[in-house]
């Protein structure tokens, strides 16, 4: 495990399994500009390399222990054949060394390692024993599953691969209905610019306190956009573009879709009140496969599932929609922590879930005052 100070690791981080674009520099470019510092490591065998990791360190304001007090976070990563044990082994045993050199109170990891597809205890579902038994090797070397999941840990992923007939075949025969109705009752989709970014972050504030979820301030949003707006698209550079629905040219829903190595990810959706029976965002979605599959992405992460698959999960409602689209419920390991100072993990964990109350309460309140 060595620390990277090359240019080109994004050009890295495509060689190996799965790479996702919160690995990417510029995602680390992001969280930099919000309290966070990148640390990119690699692995080699010898010539080769084998593992990577965008480690993102943020040191905890109190006073007299700032210096020695941090967490660390790897969102979707590491990145490396999880398949190889031996690798396995290398890398987890350098990170916990590496969090209790760091004086960590945490170090947490999110890879996108398959613990199942399909809903549980469905006739679908199917066992990825990599995954599981990734999750027990954790546990015997100390890790927790973390009580905060940064990222949603199921997901539902389109396969993008087929003609645009057979995609639409695999959706529910209501969502194709629907589709096609948006089309019928005038709905239009088009690409976003700058120019749209303020009024795309009015309507997602908007929709998060009509839903109840809290979001961030604009200028965290126009970051994201800003930084991952490159024209013109290309496949293994992280780009992303908004997708505004419209009716008689009045925006009434949209989506920020994500791109890097062969996969789109939808990441942030909104919508108004306006013209919902014209369901506008069931076109939305369609549009975005359809632009994902002509810049050669095989996959479109929905991003987002239950944690528990029945009525009294928050993403339920959310859930129904997604799985109308045709895609497969991927259930992966989620984030899992390694504490080395068990009593300052315990103090963290038990005071920032508070904290975090405290602050999505002030936040929401920030957005519905800044809308009025």
Known sequence: MKPYTGSDWNTLIV??????????????????????EPMPYVWYEGEKLVATAMILKRALPIRGFAARLSVFYIPKGPLMDWENESLCERVLGDLQEFAKKQGAIFLKIDPDVVLGTGIPESED???????????SELRARGWRYSDDQIQFRNTVLVDLQEDEEEILMRMKSKTRYNIRLAGRKGVSVRVGAPDDWAMLYKIYAETSIRDGFAIRDEEYY????????????????????????????????????FYFA?????????????HRNKMPTYLLQWEAMKRAKERDCTVYDLWGAPEIFDESD???GVFRFKSGLGGEV??????????????WYKLYTELIPRVLNVMRSRGKKRTRENLT
């Open 125 to 135: 579902e199917q066992i990825h024993p990599v995954g599981q038994k990734l999750q």
């Open 314 to 316: 928050d993403m339920w």
């Open 222 to 257: 126009k970051t994201v956009w800003q930084t991952f707006n490159l024209e013109p698209l290309t496949l293994n550079l992280p780009t992303c573009e908004p997708l505004i629905a419209e009716v008689e040219g009045e925006p009434v829903a949209a989506i920020f879709v």
């Open 330 to 343: 991927v259930r992966t390991l989620g984030a899992w922590d390694y504490a080395p100072n068990p009593l």
């Open 15 to 36: 060689q190996l399994p799965n790479p996702h674009f919160l690995q990417t520099r510029e995602w680390s470019e992001v969280k930099e500009k919000n309290g966070w």
């Open 262 to 274: 062969e996969r789109a990810y939808y990441v942030y959706g909104m919508s108004t009140t306006n």
